[in-house]
């Protein structure tokens, strides 16, 4: 009987083992599969990116067309005119008033007449009387100094007249100054006057001038910032979803190749759970002499210890197991073997005997 249910063990461990690999070869192919489709459709995200980011813009500065402004300062020093020829120089019309004076001669005229009468009346007085001529002479002495007085007063007029006429001509030669002085001021200020209207209003205009080319600038220089910017959030955005997709494509190919290793792991952890289930149809190896890198795992529900060991020697199996130590284990189920060492039947306990 022992060698029939050994048998039927085997058979069932081998039909197991063969579904194991079977299934574990259709699962692999279904996941390399999957995983080369991934890595096609990753490559491709990866040549977008690349591609968008050989067509992203230059860095750029948005002031770089930003010009000089200081050449539209104009010298305006020349727009000063000369006003003085719209001035009236009205010197020329002052008078000396003492330029013409006369001398009142004919009252000196009439003195002398009357005087030459007097004198005349007088002699002939004295002829008619018989006088001396020693009268007549004194008389004639009275209106020769009588005369001499007239010409004396004649002359003191005339010097009074050059004193006035003197004085006049100082006088004209201050208002002409004045006048002068005058006309040249009222140039000076006519010309600062234009001067400064023109100026000022040539300065509005290049103020004007000035502040509207620097307004275009400005706009100019916003416009392209915002260009700029609008086309690099695209480009950004672009980049954000082959990323993504990317992402999700290397998400993918991870997991397919994953599922391809637990496929293939599967299969051989089906083929070595049935070897270890027909070996454990029967006894197997558990002396504690017989291990190396023992490690306690945890406690079956019976509360046996379960351990990961390895085998001293790789005859008795290669890898690493779990199992239980033949010392710990009921007696019920521990064999002694024809070796010496002893052998657990792992169908009369509660652990799993396992490559793992």
Known sequence: MAAISGTTALIAAGVSAAGSVAGGIIKGSQARRAQKSANRRAK?????????????????????????????????????QDL?????????????????????????EIQMEQTDIALANTLDNLRATGSSAG????????????KQGVTAGLEQQEAQNEKLRAQGESSLQQMKMQEAQRVQSAQLSEGQRV??????????????????????????????EFMYREQEN????????????????????AAASA???????????????????????????????????????SLSPSGLKIYSFKYKNTAF????????????????????????????????????????
């Open 259 to 297: 599922a391809k290793a637990d496929a293939w792991s599967g299969a051989v952890g089906g083929v070595t759970g049935a070897a270890s289930s027909a070996i454990s149809g029967g006894a197997f190896s558990s002396d504690r002499r017989l291990k190396k890198d023992i490690k306690f795992i």
């Open 234 to 253: 695209r480009d950004i955005q672009a980049l954000n979803r082959q990323q993504a997709l990317l992402t999700g494509q290397e998400a993918r190919s």
């Open 84 to 108: 003085s020829g719209k001035i009236t120089d009205v010197s020329g019309n002052l008078k000396n008033p003492y330029a013409n004076l006369g001398v009142a001669t004919k009252a000196a």
């Open 135 to 146: 009268g007549a002479t004194a008389l004639a002495q009275a209106a020769l100094q009588s």
């Open 44 to 80: 491709k995200h990866r040549n977008e990116i690349k591609a968008i980011e050989a067509r992203r813009q230059d860095v750029i500065n948005p002031f770089e067309g930003v010009t000089d402004l200081s050449s539209m300062v104009t010298d305006l020093s020349a727009m000063a």
């Open 317 to 356: 199996g290669k890898g690493t197991f779990q199992g239980v130590m033949s010392d710990e284990t009921p007696s019920y189920a521990v064999i002694k073997g024809d070796d010496g060492f002893d052998k657990v039947d792992y169908n009369k306990i509660d652990v799993q005997f396992k490559n793992i």
């Open 195 to 224: 001067q400064g209207l023109k100026m000022g209003e040539a300065l509005r205009v290049q103020d004007a001038k000035r502040n509207e080319a620097m307004r275009m600038q400005e706009v100019e220089a916003k416009g392209k």
